[in-house]
């Protein structure tokens, strides 16, 4: 008995030795760290790729728009002058062909005994052509300013501005026709335009065809 538990002894030692035997390597237990890529973008095991491959363009910034000019309008409800264009003024001996028209006109249109003031304004005109000239206007007077047209003038106006007028804005209209054809009247009688300033001062006559081309001419007459 005492040999064979010697033999049995024996065997299990060289069973342990050979099971101990191989490499001396440790193995390695611990995780490999997690890498972190930018948000749309994955880790491939060595870098950090988009899905497309490339990285994802940075999203430009819109550059601000700046705030639009503001442009200068009329006053709601105020008239303004609709001047265009300058027609091609006429020398006096032309202008007679228009300028006679005026006088039977002012016969009944200005009060009587008013005086022509300064030259009549004349040109040849296309359609939407006008012609300015400045009166000068004296404390106490009455004023009427009358135009007349060749036929192949569908509407003559006139109106009266402010020689002096706001910046950026267009002139105001204090009086103006309202009759359509190829005569037009501003301050017929009984209700001529009064100056009524206590000092004297200057206005401007504008003298336009809206509609249809011809010569024309404009007096201004005062009392």
């Not at 819109?62 to 008239?79: F, M, N």
């Not at 009166?135 to 036929?151: E, F, L, R, S, W």
Request: glycine fraction near 12%; include cysteine; aromatic fraction near 4%.
């Amino acid at each position: 008995m005492a040999g064979t538990k010697l033999v049995l002894c024996g065997l299990v030692a060289l069973s342990a030795l050979s099971g101990c035997g191989g490499d001396d390597k440790q193995a390695v237990t611990g995780q490999p760290t997690a890498t972190q890529c930018a948000p749309g973008q994955y880790f491939d095991g060595r870098i950090c790729q988009s899905p497309t491959g490339t990285v994802p363009a940075a999203t430009a910034t819109p550059a601000a728009t700046a705030p639009a000019a503001t442009v200068p309008t009329a006053i709601p409800g105020l008239a303004t002058t609709t001047a265009g264009p300058t027609a091609t003024p006429l020398d006096s001996a032309t202008a007679q062909a228009v300028t006679s028209l005026i006088a039977p006109l002012a016969a009944t249109a200005a009060a009587p005994g008013a005086k022509a003031v300064g030259a009549a304004i004349a040109g040849n005109f296309a359609q939407g052509q006008s012609l300015e000239q400045t009166v000068q206007m004296n404390p106490g007077k009455c004023y009427t300013i009358v135009g007349a047209g060749a036929p192949t003038i569908q509407n003559l106006d006139i109106q009266l501005v402010p020689s002096i007028s706001i910046p950026g804005l267009p002139a105001a209209v204090v009086a103006a026709d309202s009759s359509q054809g190829s005569t037009a009247i501003v301050g017929q009688q009984p209700n001529c335009y009064k100056w009524a300033l206590p000092m004297g001062g200057t206005m401007k006559v504008v003298v336009s065809v809206s509609a249809g081309q011809g010569m024309a001419a404009a007096q201004v007459f005062e009392k």
